[in-house]
């Protein structure tokens, strides 16, 4: 049985580079058999651009900004199909039959509950080696991958409380508790143009500072619980001193209440077993994080219509 694909994308403020990415998308060789697009209170004209140009695509602009999760939790909720493709506004695959070997992988492999596609950006990184066989990974990554439904609905939604980032680990982290498998597909390429738009430095480590710390509450088994929220606050604090702004770090402590509250909420651990496996990926197999050392006089270029050059990393990156 072929499965069917429904691809969510959430958007804010981001019509012209949405418009590439639909068209991107539309223009596959097996194209979903749904898009819904849901705007989280755009006011740069992406309702009358999709009206206009994509009149068989759905778009529901929702009336206030409720974050990327709350949109990528409306979407699933929202579609039918056997699988589900996120991508983000901004991103693409740079092979017309991605999604299609995409959907071939999952239907080869019932244990394989979603899959990372290689994500090459428009500063230089790639995620994975290229060439690479398939291989297992703890996340993967928000602008290219696909879900199963099936293995979604048995471990459910993303947490909206986290807003805007890290749901991806929290659900790969569910998805393997369950028994499940996150594989990594080096060759099938998904570019993503990194849009500057809405893009904040302090706003992002703060919650993927905040986020992680919540993660370790909901999932992480008891016997482990005071060591990883140490391990959790030291590795993201280190980040912070090196990276900026300082101030984050006393942020995330201000918000130690809202926290635990939130995680204590959605408590439900994995099997001391499933969270060592997991961590075991995340030093081993985790996507890059980072962008490789330029030379000083190197600037990062946008290829909005074409196929970036972009430096390979010898293996998996390790992640705190």
């Known amino acids: 049985m072929t499965l069917t694909v429904s691809a ?5 403020n ?32 992406t309702g009358a ?33 056997d699988c589900i493709l996120s991508v983000d506004d901004d991103s693409w695959f740079e092979d017309p039959d991605g999604l299609a070997r995409c959907v071939a992988y999952l239907e080869e492999n019932p244990e394989v509950a979603a899959v990372a596609c290689n994500i090459e950006t428009r500063d230089g990184l790639v995620y994975f080696p290229k060439g690479a066989a398939p291989f297992d990974v703890p996340w993967y990554v928000g602008c290219g991958h696909l879900l199963r439904r099936s293995a979604v609905e048995q471990v459910g939604l993303y947490m909206p409380e986290l807003y805007r980032q890290g749901e991806e680990k929290d659900r790969c982290l569910r998805l393997v508790g369950a028994g499940y498998r996150v594989v990594a597909l080096p060759d099938i ?12 430095p302090g706003m992002e480590r703060f919650y993927n500072h905040r ?9 992480c ?43 204590l909420k959605h408590r439900a651990p994995v099997s001391a077993e499933a969270y060592r496996r997991w961590l075991h990926l995340a030093k081993t197999a985790a996507p890059a994080s980072a962008p490789p050392e ?20 010898p293996s998996p990156a390790r992640s705190d």
């Open 8 to 12: 969510v994308i959430a958007t804010y």
């Open 14 to 45: 981001r019509g012209p580079e949405l418009r590439i990415a639909l068209t991107r998308l539309m223009g596959q060789t097996t194209p979903p058999m749904e898009i819904i697009v849901i705007d989280d209170g755009s006011s740069d004209g």
């Open 49 to 81: 651009m999709m009206r206009a140009e994509f009149p068989t695509v759905r778009y529901v602009r929702q009336p206030h900004n409720g974050g990327l999760i709350l949109a990528r939790n409306f979407g699933f909720v929202n579609t039918t199909g």
């Open 189 to 200: 390429m998904v570019y993503h143009d990194k849009s500057e738009k809405g893009r904040k």
């Open 211 to 219: 986020n992680d710390l919540i993660r370790e509450v909901a999932r």
């Open 221 to 263: 088994p008891s016997s482990l619980m005071a060591w990883r929220l140490a391990r959790s606050w030291a590795g993201n604090s280190w980040k912070n001193l090196r990276h900026g702004p300082r101030t984050t770090d006393l942020k995330v402590l201000l918000a130690l209440p809202q926290i635990l509250r939130i995680g």
């Open 294 to 313: 330029r030379k000083p006089a190197e600037k990062p270029v946008s290829r909005a219509a074409s196929r970036p050059v972009a430096a390979e990393r």
